[in-house]
């Protein structure tokens, strides 16, 4: 662990913070902070930085509400710059969205970008707006016991496909089990995010176990 000391501020005093969302690495946003917004940062455990524009103290979400808590803070190699990771209370954006990148410049067709969170939106979208033709706006309108035995049935598959020791087969069907467990969140009204704090919940546990067992 380093201290503020160890820290490179710019010549105007500030240091760049990337802003970062710890559940899905998502950046939020990037600011800037001064040695007393860090402190002040470490000591509420919420980001809090210097507004450039208006030559003040910023304390994320004192107004909006949407407050950033503070999971961990990392200066790069030469310590002149932070990531910050947090949990959001809500959207990062003064505009109102989840974060301040949201205008594509470049995407590159053979590194497709994918992620967890860009499919459970994609499910939930054929939900809330459903395709004709869709599997996926199928599922939901047949209702949840069908979306339960799909789930059960992909199961099946996966323990068929692990005990038979077939990698790529046992890949593919859990896939097929991953994306029919999303629909059953999206279902469920149940986020990415709320797997994702359980799962870091018993993390947490986890730790806090061997560190008593080790004392």
């Known amino acids: 662990?380093?201290?503020?000391?160890?820290?490179?501020?710019?010549?105007?005093?500030?240091?760049?913070?990337?802003?970062?969302?710890?559940?899905?690495?998502?950046?939020?946003?990037?600011?800037?902070m001064n040695r007393e917004s860090l402190e002040i940062t470490l000591e509420k455990k919420l980001t809090c930085f210097w507004s450039r524009s208006r030559k003040e103290l910023w304390l994320k979400g004192e107004t909006s509400g949407n407050y950033q808590h503070v999971v961990s803070i990392t200066a790069d190699c030469d310590r002149d710059a932070l990531?910050?990771?947090?949990?959001p209370d809500g959207p990062a954006c003064h505009l109102g969205s989840f974060s301040c990148f949201n205008y594509p410049l470049f995407d590159n067709p053979e590194l497709p970008d994918f992620?967890?969170?860009?499919?459970?939106?994609?499910?939930?979208?054929?939900?809330?707006?459903?395709t004709e033709g869709s599997y996926t706006s199928y599922l939901f309108d047949k209702g949840l016991d069908k979306i339960l035995k799909k789930v059960g049935e992909e199961s099946t598959e996966v323990i068929i496909a692990g005990?038979?020791?077939?990698k790529r087969e046992t890949v593919y069907e859990i896939a097929d089990l991953y994306y029919h467990v999303l629909v059953l969140m999206v279902e469920a009204g149940i986020s990415v995010d709320d797997i994702q704090k359980e799962l870091a919940s018993r993390h947490v546990i986890d730790r806090k176990v061997k560190q008593e067992k080790m004392t």
Not at 4 to 28: T, Y
Not at 83 to 87: A, D, E, K, T, Y
Not at 118 to 128: A, H, M, P, T
Request: charged share 30%; hydrophobic share 40%; glycine share 8%.
């Open 1 to 32: 662990m380093i201290n503020i000391d160890e820290l490179k501020f710019g010549a105007d005093g500030l240091i760049p913070a990337v802003v970062q969302d710890a559940a899905s690495g998502r950046v939020l946003t990037v600011a800037y």
């Open 83 to 87: 990531l910050v990771r947090v949990q």
């Open 115 to 130: 992620s967890p969170y860009d499919l459970y939106e994609l499910i939930k979208g054929r939900k809330d707006d459903p």
């Open 163 to 166: 005990k038979a020791e077939d």
